[in-house]
């Protein structure tokens, strides 16, 4: 039998399963109020536990959704790959006068990769592109000695269906295209409640949007004996995502004051570029990458006074990847780590925020030891005290299961 409708199956089981991913936040947050929320780069279980690093990396194992042009590294005899990934994280709030923890979890990504062709290899993913999960209260004074009570809460995803391509163009040359259509919604309510209020007013806002992207790399490598150093860039034009709200002004027995739907609503997000080297042996990875995001061109309608800062960001990771001839437990187990530094790309108050993160993991070969189980441990830190403004710290434990090539098997019978 041959196996060409797999890619087709594994297609329908991702779009099947994008209810399951909107209904999950991948990252819980107060930052996550301004604009479409959190933004997730599309990221891998090798991604993840090396602190966003990959842009040179070729992995003949697993996928690297860090640069298009690296699906075509995956060599037989690896010839489907599927990749889940779940997440439990606990976050913690501080102010200069408060704290405040909050836990959640759920699933992160799913990816499938392929070939087509010797030459050409194909990867389809699922990933939240956007996340918004907060909820915000605080008292004015209006006069006279009376208080308003203000709730913020906001809920939902723009969720990524993207399908990757890489062509083998040099045995030392490889370039990749990534094909994304972004999907979803995200729900914001601004409540007040007052004495001289004779009804809590509630403004409901649902943003609705979906937009086709691109994005594009290119890795060089260059063989030195056992060794190879390999030089990769990435590149994405920036985006215009345009949306349609939704709004309604409710009174506290829920009858509609007011409801209005505004058409055009355009988030311009900017354009990146990256650049990364990696040198590996069959042993090791030691990787290092750049990226430069330039918001200074971005745009959010719903905050149109929001100031922006160019992001920076370096990252680094370091993979050792086991002993392939080992005869014990320990020797077929990888180890992995990384971190990363960017200056945020909200400036709030006059302040750049500063985002951090450092993460380690293990990967434990099951089965025939071609698939695993890799658990990561991670630690972020966003934002400062300084000016009122709130400082975030994230643990997280991710759990991905990688599956290599049990759907493309062939069984024999008696």
């Known amino acids: 039998m041959k196996y060409r409708a797999l890619p087709l199956l594994s297609l329908l089981l991702l779009v099947a399963c994008y209810h399951t991913l909107l209904g999950q936040n991948t990252f819980s947050s107060p930052y996550s109020v301004y604009g479409l929320g959190m933004l997730n780069k599309?990221?891998?279980?090798?991604?993840?536990?090396?602190?966003?690093t990959?842009?040179?990396?070729?992995?003949?194992?697993?996928?690297?959704?860090?640069?298009?042009?690296?699906?075509?590294?995956?060599?037989?005899?690896?010839?489907?790959v599927f990749e889940a990934g779940f997440y439990v994280e606990s976050n913690r709030y501080a102010k200069s006068t408060?704290?405040?923890?909050?836990?959640?979890?759920?699933?992160?990504?799913?990816?499938?990769?392929?070939?087509?062709?010797?030459?050409?290899?194909?990867?389809?993913?699922?990933?939240?592109?956007?996340?918004?999960?907060?909820?915000?209260?605080?008292?004015?004074?209006?006069?006279?000695?009376?208080?308003?009570?203000y709730t913020y809460e906001g809920s939902g995803n723009i969720t990524q269906l993207y399908w990757g391509n890489s062509f083998m163009l040099h045995k030392n040359l490889s370039v990749g295209v990534n094909l994304s259509f972004l999907f979803g919604s995200i729900h914001k309510t601004e409540s007040v409640a007052a004495r001289s209020i004779p009804n809590m007013l509630t403004l409901?806002?649902?943003?609705?949007?979906?937009?086709?992207?691109?994005?594009?790399?290119?890795?060089?490598?260059?063989?030195?004996?056992?060794?190879?150093?390999?030089?990769?860039?990435?590149?994405?034009n920036g985006l215009s995502l345009t949306g349609k709200s939704t709004a309604a002004l409710y009174d506290q027995l829920n009858d509609t004051l007011n409801s209005w739907t505004k058409k055009s609503l355009q988030y311009t997000l900017p354009p990146t570029v990256g650049g990364g080297i990696s040198l590996q042996s069959s042993?090791?990875?030691?990787?290092?990458?750049?990226?430069f995001e330039q918001w200074t061109k971005?745009?959010?309608?719903?905050?149109?006074?929001?100031r922006f800062s160019d992001t920076w960001t370096m990252s680094a990771g370091y993979a050792y990847l086991g002993n392939p001839g080992g005869e014990t437990f320990l020797d077929v187990l990888s180890f992995k780590t990384g971190f990363y530094w960017q200056n945020y790309y909200l400036n709030l108050k006059g302040?750049?925020?500063?985002?951090?993160?450092?993460?380690?993991?293990?990967?434990?070969?099951?089965?025939?030891?071609?698939?695993?189980?890799?658990?990561?441990?991670?630690?972020?830190?966003?934002?400062?005290?300084?000016?009122?403004?709130?400082?975030?710290k994230s643990q997280k434990v991710i759990i991905d299961v990688v599956i290599r090539d049990l759907w493309g098997v062939r069984r024999k019978f008696d």
Not at 298 to 306: A, I, S, V
């Open 54 to 80: 990959g842009i040179a990396v070729r992995d003949a194992m697993n996928i690297n959704a860090a640069n298009p042009a690296s699906y075509s590294a995956i060599v037989s005899p690896v010839s489907h």
């Open 351 to 392: 302040l750049s925020l500063p985002n951090w993160g450092l993460s380690a993991g293990l990967s434990i070969p099951v089965f025939d030891g071609k698939s695993s189980i890799n658990l990561t441990y991670s630690f972020d830190k966003l934002g400062t005290t300084q000016n009122n403004l709130i400082l975030q």
């Open 283 to 291: 042993r090791s990875i030691l990787t290092s990458d750049v990226r």
């Open 98 to 149: 408060m704290t405040e923890s909050q836990s959640n979890g759920g699933l992160n990504n799913l990816n499938y990769w392929f070939k087509f062709k010797p030459r050409w290899a194909s990867t389809f993913g699922l990933s939240p592109f956007s996340s918004v999960s907060y909820t915000i209260t605080n008292q004015q004074e209006l006069g006279a000695g009376e208080e308003a009570n």
């Open 298 to 306: 971005g745009k959010f309608p719903d905050n149109e006074e929001l």
């Open 42 to 52: 599309r990221t891998a279980s090798l991604n993840r536990v090396m602190g966003g």
């Open 204 to 236: 409901d806002n649902k943003i609705y949007t979906n937009k086709f992207d691109a994005d594009f790399g290119v890795q060089y490598s260059i063989p030195f004996g056992k060794r190879t150093v390999t030089l990769g860039a990435i590149y994405n």
